[in-house]
C-alpha cells in the first residue's frame, strides 16, 4: 500500500514537473553591481566583469545607450567629478545609497529562491498545455527606471530590483504576470492576424486588432497575477502600483468609454492614427493604465459567469472572441455587469470578426 503511494506521488511529481516550467534566477547583475557600488577600491577587473555579463548589456539595451556611456556612469559612483546630470537615469547613485538594503533584498531573495519557484508554479502550472516545459530565466537587475520588462526574447525577462521597495511579494506577482505572457505565446501567436490584416492593407482592422490583442493579453495576466488580492501591509510594491491604477475603481464607465471612442477612430480614420500614441495611452503606466484595467475587468466578469476555465479556452482563440462575448455579457446582464463598450466598438468588433474569416485560419 505504502508503495504504491510512493509510485503515484512520484508518478505524479514527475507528471508536475515535466508539464511545467523550469524557472531559473540570474542574480548576476545585481550581486556584481552591488559588488562594485561598496568598493571604493573595486579595480578595472571588478568593472570590466560587470560590464560584460550578458544582463548588464541587456540593461544597457533598454537604456539605449553604450558600454563607454554606462563605464562612466559606474565611475562616477565612485569620483563624483565625472558626474553628468545624464547618468541618472542609470540609478546607480541610488543603488550605491541604498546599498546595504538591497544587499540585504537580495540576499533574502536567493534563500526564498524556492518558496518563490513553487508559489509561482502553483498558481501557473496548470496554464502551461500538457507535456511542454517552459525554461525561463528571471534576471534580476540593480539600475535603470524600469520595474520589469522584456526584449523581446521569450525565455527571459528582467526585474528592476531597486524598484520594489523591498517586497518579496511584488517581486513573485510580478514574476507571475511575466511568466504568463509566456504561457499565452504557446498557445498561439496571437499578433499574426494583426500583421497579416496589414498586409491587406486593412489599417485600421489591424489596429484594432493589435490593441485588442493587447487588451487580452494584459487583462488576463493582471487576472492571474491579482494585485487587489495581496493583503500583506507590508508589500508596499503592490500597494504603490495598486494606488497608481486604483483611479480606474471609480470610472470604470469612462474607461470603457474612452477605448471605445478610441479605436472606433483608429479603425475608421486609420490614417489620422499614431499607433504610438494610442499605445501609450491605453497601456501605459503614466496614463494609469486604463486598457490593463478593462481587460482585468473583462477576464474576471466572463470567468465568473462561465468559469475559471474560460481563460483557458481564450488563450487558444484569437482575442476578438473575448472581446466579443464580453460585449454579449453586458448586454445579457447588463445590471450584473454594467461596464459596457458602445454600440459604435460592438459594430466595429463585428467587422473585425468578418474581417479575420477572409485571413488563412490560424493554428
Ligand atoms: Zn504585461
Known amino acids: 500500500m505504502r508503495f504504491t503511494l510512493i509510485l503515484i506521488a512520484s508518478a505524479f511529481f514527475l507528471s508536475a514537473k515535466c508539464q511545467s516550467f523550469q524557472l531559473n534566477f540570474d542574480f548576476s547583475n545585481a550581486a556584481q553591481t552591488l559588488r562594485w557600488v561598496t568598493s571604493p577600491d573595486a579595480d578595472e577587473i571588478e568593472l570590466k566583469k560587470l560590464l560584460e555579463l550578458p544582463s548588464t548589456k541587456a540593461l544597457q539595451k533598454k537604456l539605449r545607450t553604450d558600454?563607454?556611456?554606462m563605464r562612466q556612469a559606474l565611475l562616477s559612483v565612485h569620483d563624483s567629478s565625472l558626474y553628468k546630470p545624464e547618468y541618472a537615469r542609470f540609478g546607480y547613485r541610488l543603488v550605491a545609497a541604498r546599498a546595504n538594503d538591497l544587499g540585504r533584498f537580495l540576499t533574502e531573495i536567493k534563500e526564498r529562491e524556492d518558496?518563490?519557484?513553487f508559489e509561482v508554479e502553483k498558481a501557473l502550472?496548470?496554464?502551461v498545455p500538457k507535456g511542454t516545459s517552459l525554461p525561463v530565466t528571471v534576471t534580476l537587475l540593480l539600475g535603470g527606471n524600469s520595474s520589469g520588462f522584456t526584449l523581446g526574447g521569450d525565455n527571459i525577462f528582467y526585474v528592476g530590483l531597486q524598484q520594489y521597495k523591498n517586497?518579496?511579494?511584488?517581486i513573485r506577482e510580478t514574476c507571475?504576470?511575466?511568466l504568463f505572457?509566456?504561457?499565452q505565446r504557446l498557445y498561439r501567436d496571437h499578433f499574426s492576424y494583426s500583421d497579416q490584416l496589414d498586409q491587406h492593407d486593412k489599417t485600421g482592422y489591424a489596429y484594432l486588432h493589435f490593441m485588442l490583442v493587447h487588451l487580452f493579453q494584459e487583462g488576463s495576466a493582471e487576472y492571474v497575477a491579482d494585485l487587489r488580492k495581496v493583503t500583506d501591509?507590508?508589500?508596499?510594491?503592490v500597494r504603490e502600483a495598486r494606488n497608481q491604477a486604483a483611479v480606474n475603481d471609480y470610472r470604470s464607465e469612462e474607461v470603457f468609454y474612452l477605448i471605445s471612442k478610441m479605436l472606433y477612430e483608429a479603425t475608421k480614420f486609420p490614417d489620422q492614427t499614431k499607433q504610438g500614441p494610442l499605445y501609450s495611452i491605453l497601456f501605459d503606466w503614466n496614463w494609469n493604465n486604463p486598457g490593463y484595467y478593462a481587460g482585468y475587468v473583462m477576464v474576471k466578469a466572463l470567468c465568473a459567469e462561465y468559469g475559471d476555465n474560460r481563460l483557458m479556452e481564450y488563450l487558444q482563440k484569437d482575442p476578438s472572441e473575448f472581446v466579443y462575448d464580453y460585449i454579449q455579457l453586458t448586454k445579457k446582464h447588463p445590471e450584473k455587469y454594467p461596464f459596457a463598450f458602445t454600440e459604435e466598438f460592438e459594430t466595429i468588433v463585428n467587422e473585425l470578426r468578418e474581417e479575420l474569416k477572409k485571413l488563412p485560419a490560424q493554428k
Request: glycine share 4%.
Open 125 to 127: 502550472a496548470h496554464f
Open 167 to 170: 517586497d518579496f511579494i511584488g
Open 181 to 183: 505572457h509566456n504561457i
Open 233 to 237: 501591509p507590508n508589500a508596499l510594491y
Open 115 to 117: 518558496s518563490l519557484r
Open 176 to 178: 507571475k504576470h511575466e
Open 67 to 69: 558600454s563607454v556611456t
